[in-house]
């Protein structure tokens, strides 16, 4: 089919005249995500084997997170996403917003090995607006090069300047960032979300990177993220462990992943609520986040399947770089959303705030 | 082209542009104005809280509005709208989504509990005093957050608090970045038009001058962007060339870029030929024979030019600059490309309310400023130029 197809009914029967397909609005499917390396690896191990299987095209439109587009789609009743990539925090919000349809765990195909989906998902990763894929994780990443003599370990290597000199780069949301600033100031993983939810907790955690605010570039996007450590413009970064693994394994640049509490957080499919396609949407859903779609997701990007039934698939070589293996989750943290549902909007105002400040 | 009387067929002509520019042009520019200082959000979501504290005194706490609250939350719980009220309402005090979440599952549980039992922050004057303001569709709120004020429950106009002050800060930096940008286009864009419109003889040079101020126009502002990044990083073009000429050492490369100074040395390329084109159409209407005359009545080429040609391209320098500065102003993609955490601008606010916290009311009210500003200037500074004898 040529023609794109138009989301208003009048002219879905004008499509359906011109091009005499059956059901015009479920050739199609807009899928938004992350872009770069990660859209790449839904591409390879979601989008494509859907098309061949059902013969529905899929276009691919990158977002940077966050719920502005999609509600301003909603709300003026003019929705052009089907399915979006969401993480945890942004479909908290848009469920209780009704900016994603729901969807019925029940619904969903059983495991490879015959475990029904609502045991055989990883716990969490199933909410009742989406279908979790991927569990990525917030680490600290460093340019080999850029350290000849002690490489930099811990969270608070990242906050020490003398003995790890070097540019320091920081996304423009405090996500993550804050939590390890209180990690490196003394604060254990399992208090960090309560110290923080104190005016003083929140203050230190400012007070703490303002040691390195005049030390550090901000990235906006993950591709940009890797760009600056692979030209050497930041040593250090904080940064998604599925892109710098990329860049390590594709194209061979020279860094390096810390582990050290790591805070892991999970991507999600949902559905826009209102679309034209939502059939042909859900049945989507359903067919990526299958089991073997899952698995082969991790060939092109390190972040771990959120079913269990996907594990046993990955080569053992691939499972060893994903933030689930045992050696790099020992003390990781889990992304407490819920939280930042919370406390999000006055610390994502002051965190901006603070950058040009 | 002679000055024809309008017709009807010639309206007709019209038409389209004008349909254009109202709906591409004014419409949006209304809409962004209106809400800058209208807001009925909170009020469609809650229109029984609104009506009942429209007739409150103002003192303790309505004990009249509890159920109109309960009612407006109940609905809201059901029409999925409870999430857009929580996020909206904790923008003016924190903590009021968590509120609003708990009292809505709470009465989704029990529809008939009182507020108060639910949760004591119920029994906060301050709190109804909050909600009495922000049910009104009409609100300061947002131009006074946009100058980095705000209004304390009682009523009192109040500076915001240290950690949230920025406004004020980035409208100054937007005004010297603007300013800044102008002054390095005039420096290099004034000689460089001079050659350009003296090069007439020279047909070859002509193109190549042209070619050369052209260029930026036809190429992608993200291309640009990039091959900056390339040239001006800490391991570009020019710090590799400066460390191998020996001129810097390894710890002593510069800072060029994802600052301040990036900002500005993209800014003053993507908008130099905004500079030199209009100067350069001056100068080439200008009449020979004036600096001839100056020439053959014994004045030095120096004064010639001081006092023969520099003020006849004045206009030129006004609209080049006027054009430069208005543009700088708005600046956008590129400073967030490379202007790093120094080198942002008024206008990465704007886009930071738009797309992520999604404040459109203080987004909008943020450029309306802007829009007052850029107006002032284009209204003013011609009148102002003129009468300081910057004439033809």
């Known amino acids: ?357 | 082209m002679n000055a024809v009387s309008p017709s009807r067929a010639g309206w007709a002509l019209v038409l389209p542009l004008v349909a254009f520019i109202v709906i591409a042009f004014l419409a949006p520019i209304a809409t962004m104005l209106l809400r800058s200082v209208h807001d009925p959000e909170i009020a469609d979501l809650m229109p029984r809280t609104r009506q009942t504290l429209a007739r409150w005194d103002g003192i303790g706490v309505p004990q009249m509005a509890t159920e109109a609250v309960t009612a407006d939350l109940r609905e809201a719980s059901a029409t999925n709208q409870i999430g857009r009220l929580a996020q909206r309402l904790n923008r003016e005090r924190n903590g009021l989504r968590v509120l609003i979440d708990v009292t809505a599952r709470h009465l989704e549980r029990e529809p008939d509990t009182k507020l108060s039992r639910i949760d004591p922050g119920w029994s906060d004057p301050a709190l109804w005093q909050i909600l009495a303001r922000v049910t009104s569709p009409w609100t300061g709120q947002h131009l006074l957050n946009a100058l980095d004020l705000t209004v304390t429950p009682d009523g009192a106009m109040v500076r915001q608090e240290e950690a949230r002050r920025l406004y004020v800060d980035l409208f100054l930096r937007t005004a010297w970045v603007a300013a800044l940008v102008t002054l390095i286009c005039a420096l290099l864009g004034y000689p460089y038009a001079y050659a350009y419109a003296m090069a007439a003889a020279g047909p070859s040079l002509r193109a190549l001058l042209l070619f050369l101020v052209l260029l930026p126009f036809w190429t992608s502002l993200l291309v640009r962007a990039t091959a900056w990044i390339v040239l001006l990083q800490r391991r570009g073009v020019i710090n590799e060339g400066l460390l191998a000429a020996g001129l810097i050492g390894e710890t002593g490369r510069l800072d060029l870029i994802y600052n301040m100074t990036g900002t500005i040395i993209v800014m003053v390329h993507v908008l130099l030929p905004f500079f030199v084109l209009p100067l350069y159409s001056v100068m080439a209407g200008l009449p020979t024979s004036y600096v001839r005359a100056s020439a053959s009545l014994g004045a030095h080429p120096v004064r010639t030019f001081a006092r023969v040609y520099l003020p006849l391209t004045y206009p030129g320098v006004a609209a080049g600059g006027l054009l430069v500065f208005i543009l700088s102003l708005g600046y956008y993609v590129t400073p967030a490309l490379v202007g790093g955490r120094t080198g942002q601008l008024i206008s990465n606010q704007i886009a930071f309310h738009m797309q992520r916290s999604l404040n459109w009311g203080l987004a909008a009210a943020l450029g309306t400023l802007l829009l007052l500003a850029v107006l002032l200037l284009a209204l003013t500074l011609p009148r102002l130029a003129e009468r300081g004898g910057l004439r033809a």
């Not at chain 1, 509600?71 to 942004?90: I, Y």
């Not at chain 1, 906050?159 to 490196?184: S, T, V, Y």
């Not at chain 1, 933030?323 to 994502?348: E, R, S, Y």
């Open chain 1, 1 to 357: 089919m040529v023609i794109a197809c138009p989301k208003v009914s009048s002219a879905a029967l004008l499509c359906l005249m011109i091009t005499y397909g059956p059901a015009c609005a479920a050739d199609a499917l807009t899928i938004a995500s992350f872009g770069g390396q990660y859209t790449a690896s839904q591409k390879k191990s979601q989008y494509e084997p859907f098309t061949a299987s059902t013969g529905v095209t899929i276009k691919s439109v990158d977002y940077n997170g966050g719920l502005a587009e999609l509600t301003a789609q909603v709300r003026s009743g003019t929705v052009s996403w089907d399915v979006v990539d969401v993480e945890l925090q942004d479909l908290d919000r848009g469920c209780a917003d009704g900016l994603f349809e729901k969807i019925d765990p029940a619904q969903l195909p059983a495991g490879s090995d015959g475990v029904p989906a609502i045991k055989d998902f990883v716990t969490g990763s199933l909410h009742e607006c989406g279908v979790g894929t991927v569990i990525w994780s917030n680490v600290l990443a460093f340019s080999d090069p850029a350290f000849p003599d002690a490489k930099p370990s811990r969270i608070e290597d990242f906050f020490d300047l003398e003995r790890f000199p070097g540019r320091r780069g920081l996304p423009k949301r405090p996500h993550a960032i804050l939590e390890w600033a209180l990690m490196a100031d003394g604060v254990a993983p399992s208090e960090v979300y309560g110290v923080l939810a104190t005016p003083e907790g929140l203050d230190r955690a400012f007070a703490k990177l303002d040691t390195i605010k005049y030390h550090a570039v901000f990235w906006e996007t993950g591709a940009q993220m890797i760009q600056l450590l692979a030209d050497g413009e930041v040593a250090l970064s904080a940064a998604y462990n599925g892109r710098v693994q990329s860049a390590i394994s594709d194209d061979a640049k020279p860094l390096k992943i810390i582990w050290d509490r790591q805070i892991w957080n999970a991507d999600y499919y949902a559905v826009v609520a209102g679309t034209q396609a939502k059939n042909t949407a859900f049945d989507f859903v359903r067919f990526a986040t299958g089991t073997v779609p899952l698995a082969e997701q991790t060939k092109y990007i390190a972040y771990g399947p959120a079913r269990r039934s996907s594990q046993p698939l990955i080569a053992p070589a691939i499972a060893a770089t994903l933030p689930t293996a045992p050696a790099n989750f020992n003390n990781a943290l889990a992304f407490d959303a819920a939280w930042w549902t919370a406390h999000g909007d006055a610390i994502n105002e002051r965190y901006a705030a603070w950058l040009v400040q």
